[in-house]
């Protein structure tokens, strides 16, 4: 049975009894929450946390966090003695702590180097797994903003996702194509299922714009369709419904704006998508943790699922009272893929074989 070890400086701390770990490819930082109630009087006493401390939470023999204490809660009453541990990742600090830079505009540089740079003060690494695309021209900095709300800005222009990894730094990526050896199958390993499919996140047009606020523009007659950047459609969606969005840079980029208004359609298409998923083990059939941006197959006959591929968007693992189990979030790699020919996922591209 997989244990759930904590490692502070040369201690290492297992046996505990309530155990959360949750990971994302949308959420940072990753964090756990941990707990230890004695069984002996004074057992208790031995486990020595301090918050701050820097941390390991390891599953087995796999690292799943490397990060800070954040809280430390002992708690006391007639008949138990326990201690409640929380932490996240190192990437914390880039959520929580403001931007260091020397001036409040961002110049010709790519989101890689920047994140960097943006990182680099906090001692946190930056990685990207995919093309990270050419210098963004410009980028203004708002004052007091965290480097993650300026990273993840940057980043969903280039449509990249930005998660942490194991070991604390942050990975750059786009939608991962490795897939677990073994998936999900209704009446095998699947506890527990919900399925979403909706329509009410999507919208037939997306236009991008750029509003232009010129004073000698608005004297003039200014025509409210020369601002058009970019279109965008989604064929699936059976009535008028449209979205328009301003140019988040700030300048007059045609091809960045088609980007952003692609990555929208795509990722409102696919999130209308979406299952949720318990089981009773942390491991796939390899032995291999679930893992946050790698696809799965699942098969749910029952929620009009024959058969599909989808990628783990986060997964908590939690073990307590009832038992050990793993809860999976999936949707389809479209929710995270800005390419025009998946703006539509047709109900063939969930249910196999079904038309609408």
């Not at 990526?173 to 299922?193: D, P």
């Not at 996140?201 to 200014?222: E, K, N, Q, W």
């Amino acid at each position: 049975m997989d244990d759930l070890t904590l490692i502070t400086g040369k201690r290492k701390l297992s046996g505990w009894q309530a155990v959360r770990v949750t990971r994302g490819i949308e959420r940072m930082p990753s964090d756990f929450d941990i707990e230890f109630t004695e069984r002996f009087p004074g057992e208790a006493e031995s486990v020595v946390v301090k918050p701050g401390d820097e941390c390991q939470v390891l599953i087995g023999n796999d690292l799943v966090i490397t990060g800070y204490v954040d809280r430390f809660l002992p708690t006391v009453d007639r008949h138990r003695h326990s201690l409640r541990v929380t932490g996240r990742s190192k990437s914390q600090d880039l959520v929580d702590c403001s931007a260091e830079w020397p001036s409040n505009q961002i110049s010709s540089s790519d989101v890689l180097s920047i994140s960097k740079k943006l990182a680099q003060p906090y001692g946190i690494g930056v990685t990207a797994l995919s093309d990270v695309g050419e210098p963004i021209p410009q980028f203004n900095l708002i004052w007091g903003e965290t480097p993650y709300q300026i990273i993840e800005r940057m980043a969903r222009f280039r449509a990249l996702l930005v998660y942490d990894a194991p070991d604390g730094s942050i990975i750059l990526a786009r939608a991962g194509t490795e897939t677990h050896r073994t998936g999900f199958e209704q009446g095998i390993n699947i506890e527990r299922a919900t399925a979403l499919f909706g329509m009410d996140l999507r919208f037939s047009d997306y236009v991008v714009r750029s509003l232009s606020i010129s004073p000698a523009g608005d004297a003039a007659g200014y025509n409210v369709t020369s601002d058009i950047q970019a279109t965008a459609k989604d064929a699936e969606v059976p009535r008028h419904r449209l979205r328009q969005i301003i140019a988040e840079t700030g300048i007059v980029a045609f091809k960045l704006s088609e980007q952003r208004g692609q990555w929208e359609a795509a990722r409102r298409a696919g999130r209308s998508y979406c299952v949720q998923i318990t089981t009773s083990t942390w491991r796939d059939g390899d032995g291999m943790l679930w893992t946050p941006n790698r696809l799965v197959n699942i098969k749910i006959p029952a929620l009009k699922i024959a058969e599909a591929n989808w990628l783990i968007a986060d997964v908590t693992f939690r073990r307590d009272t009832a038992g050990t189990h793993a809860d999976l979030t999936l949707m389809p790699p479209q929710a995270f893929l800005p390419q025009p020919f998946v703006w539509q996922p047709t109900i063939s591209d969930v249910v196999p074989g079904q038309q609408q």
